[in-house]
Each structure stands twice: as structure tokens, then as C-alpha cells.
T-cell receptor, first 111, second 114 residues
């Protein structure tokens, strides 16, 4: 699976949008972009995934560039409960589902 | 619907002892995964079951680790004998059979070997 690069940390003000970037310049055409997060002392939690189109669900939006070499996870209205480590993971379509976690981005939402 | 459940939540054992971690996946999920995070490191894959069969155990660190999933329901991960470097948080995840569904993780078991 392709490697991803994320900033180690970022801060966000409560109520504002949080935009989390991820580079995956070696992504292949048969690889999805997945986002998970881990809130302190909990297990990782699925957020969203996409192949090439932008995706939105109740938690977040995922914007994937046209060349698919990077993506942005958008938390539209960050709350204090969104403070977590966010992981951008690339995974082969129709694979057995093994996830390769990197270091992720520590997001701190401040009042 | 119950999520992925792991027991115990914490375990403190002495070096050389045996510990068994248990994972109850979401009912009906054929895929079960074990991951762990040791101190200061990233979350790493250990192994993957499809029903009762081991699909991929490439992440198992050594033969002191034994995972089982009898009957394709719950799974156990035994560490025998435990070493200091085994300390960390062990996560279990489960996923439905379809290839592109998301994985649901348990809260983890924090293992401390002293």
C-alpha cells in the first residue's frame, strides 16, 4: 500500500472548520484513501473513505485532488470532542482490509 | 448493537508470565484483526482472521504470540512468556465480509509487563 504524509500536529478553534491535509503521491489507481481517528484511550474510529470522488458523511468531508496525490479531511464545525490523532491511510481496493497506520496528525481543538 | 469488546481493559503481569487477551467482534463479522501499539510507536498490524482461519499473520512479532479464533466467533491472543517489550495497547477490530467496508475497533487492552 502507498505511504502517506501528514503534518504531525495542528490546532483548531472550536466551531471553526478543521482542514487536515494528507499527501499520498505514490497512490495507485486501485487504492482507496481512508481516514480514521483515535481519541485518547479509545480504539481507532472510522471516519470516511473515498476513491476519487469527494465524499461527505455525517462526520466529515473528504476532498481528493484530481490527480489523487493528496486529499483533505474537513471537519466542518470542530468541537472539543474532535481532539484526537487523525490517520490518513491508503488501502488497496478489494484487499483483505489490513490497515497501515502512520504517525497521524494530532489535532487539538481549543475553546 | 454491541460493538467490538475486548477483555480485560488493563492487565499487569510479571515478565515470564502468560497473558491471554480476548476479543468479541461484532456479530456476523467474518473478519477479525489484531493490532498493537507499543510505547512511542505507531499502531501495527498483527494478524487477520477470516472466520476461524488465519488469512495473514505477517505482523506477529515472534512465536511467543499465539492467536486463535475457534468457531469463527471470539478470538484470543496469548503471550507466553511475556517480555517487557510486549507492553502496549492491543486493539482488536472486526469487519463485515465485503472487501471495502470499514473496520470497527475495540477499546483496546493495555498490557503492562513488569
Amino acid at each position: 500500500d502507498a505511504k502517506t504524509t501528514q503534518p504531525p500536529s495542528m490546532d483548531c478553534a472550536e466551531g471553526r472548520a478543521a482542514n487536515l491535509p494528507c499527501n499520498h503521491s505514490t497512490i495507485s489507481g486501485n487504492e482507496y484513501v481512508y481516514w480514521y481517528r483515535q481519541i485518547h484511550s479509545q480504539g481507532p474510529q472510522y471516519i470516511i473513505h473515498g476513491l476519487k470522488n469527494n465524499e461527505t458523511n455525517e462526520m466529515a468531508s473528504l476532498i481528493i485532488t484530481e490527480d489523487r496525490k493528496s486529499s483533505t479531511l474537513i471537519l466542518p464545525h470542530a468541537t472539543l470532542r474532535d481532539t484526537a490523532v487523525y490517520y490518513c491511510i491508503v488501502r488497496v481496493v478489494y484487499s483483505w482490509g489490513k490497515l497501515q497506520f502512520g504517525a497521524g496528525t494530532q489535532v487539538v481543538v481549543t475553546p | 448493537e454491541a460493538g467490538v469488546t475486548q477483555f480485560p481493559s488493563h492487565s499487569v503481569i510479571e515478565k515470564g508470565q502468560t497473558v491471554t487477551l480476548r476479543c468479541d467482534p461484532i456479530s456476523g463479522h467474518d473478519n477479525l484483526y489484531w493490532y498493537r501499539r507499543v510505547m512511542g510507536k505507531e499502531i501495527k498490524f498483527l494478524l487477520h482472521f477470516v472466520k476461524e482461519s488465519k488469512q495473514d499473520e505477517s505482523g506477529m512479532p515472534n512465536n511467543r504470540f499465539l492467536a486463535e479464533r475457534t468457531g469463527g466467533t471470539y478470538s484470543t491472543l496469548k503471550v507466553q512468556p511475556a517480555e517487557l517489550e510486549d507492553s502496549g495497547v492491543y486493539f482488536c477490530a472486526s469487519r463485515q465480509g465485503s472487501m471495502n467496508t470499514e473496520a470497527f475497533f475495540g477499546q483496546g487492552t493495555r498490557l503492562t509487563v513488569v
